[in-house]
């Protein structure tokens, strides 16, 4: 999993990065709504002064790391879903700190940069109701972020971002360091365990096929997510079931994802075999989703061409 998160002075740029996660199909927690959804549960107007004083009040009553922590089910529940989440809004580094202590080493933090001058232009733009609308407005939100010990923040930052040029420079550097984040290929498996099986054997069905899945149950669905496709790959050349794998991912192809369905009792006893979507004994659905990667060279990684039944070329995804 990795846990991806934002940190700058206000209008800075945290917004437009985020936009570009979600449109890379990636979660976003966006801080500043726990204020926000604390504003409106006060009866309060979405002003930036009421914005500001129930940051400030949180803080000093729950902790320096009160929002931080109000954030964290959230991220776990997106985690579950999706592997990766990117977190708008770091204020200071008592945030910082809890996420470290939750996550470790899969918490990462960007600091995006911008002079005062160009992040006022950019919020009289956008005109927000809490934006600021002066420059000495902007300067005392500044210091007020800054009291939350967002300096310290940004200092540890791993990466630093420049947002100083025009709106596609940025969006593609964002995209970039958000690429090299993503594994080339995620491998999703759902499927339903019925009152008749094992848990336990449906675990191990899809542990045979992709040894490093993460696993979870919930309501007698079992999820699991990888991005190791290695051993699945040495079934398809064991079992010389080349062509016809090929063949179901040309047939099966959803923009950027593939969708199969594998029989689950043969892959208890690792073998592959394409089931039918509405097998009694509800098949596993696999969906390999592409993201830094073509679909051709997937496909050729996965299941190449073969003549006499061995691959042409075999190729790898680095």
């Known amino acids: 999993m990795k846990i991806i998160a934002f940190v ?8 437009t990065a985020s936009r570009i996660a979600e ?11 726990v204020v926000r959804e604390e504003v409106k549960r006060r009866g309060l107007d979405p002003t930036d002064e009421n914005t500001g004083k129930v940051a ?9 790391d009160a929002i931080a922590k109000r954030c964290i089910p959230k991220i776990r529940e997106k985690l579950e879903e999706r592997g990766i989440v990117v977190i708008d809004g770091i204020r200071g580094i008592a945030e910082v700190e809890r996420f470290k202590s939750e996550f470790g080493e899969d918490f990462v933090l960007i600091n995006i940069e911008a002079p005062i001058e160009l992040r006022l232009e ?31 923040a940004i200092e540890i930052a ?26 080339r290929v995620e491998v999703e498996v759902e499927t339903e365990v019925n009152p008749t099986e094992d848990p336990e054997k449906v675990k191990k069905a899809v542990l ?8 979870y149950l919930e309501d007698r669905r079992l999820f699991a997510r990888t991005s190791n496709l290695s051993k699945f790959r040495e079934l398809l050349r064991k079992q010389r079931i080349l062509d016809t794998m090929r063949s179901e991912i040309l047939s099966n192809r959803r923009g950027k994802d593939v969708v199969l369905y594998l029989n689950k ?17 509800s098949p596993l659905k696999v969906t390999f989703r592409l993201h830094d990667i073509e679909f051709d060279r997937f ?9 006499n039944g061995k691959p042409v070329k075999e190729i790898n995804l680095m």
Not at 56 to 64: A, D, H, T
């Open 8 to 15: 700058g002075l206000p209008l800075s740029g945290k917004t």
């Open 23 to 33: 449109e890379m199909g990636i979660p976003v927690i966006v801080m500043g709504d």
């Open 56 to 64: 400030s009040e949180l803080r000093e009553m729950e902790g320096m």
């Open 122 to 152: 950019r919020a009289l733009k956008r005109r927000r109701d809490d934006d600021v609308k002066s420059l000495e407005d902007l300067r005392k939100r500044d210091e007020r972020e800054l009291s939350w010990s967002m300096k310290e």
């Open 158 to 183: 791993d990466l630093t971002v420049e947002n100083i040029g025009d709106l596609d420079e940025f969006e593609d550097k964002i995209r970039g360091i958000i690429r090299h984040f993503l594994p």
């Open 208 to 215: 045979n096929l992709f040894p490093d899945a993460e696993i």
């Open 265 to 281: 009792q043969t892959a208890f006893v690792s073998k592959i075999n394409i089931a039918e979507r509405d097998a009694i004994l």
């Open 299 to 307: 496909l050729d990684y996965l299941a190449p061409e073969t003549k």
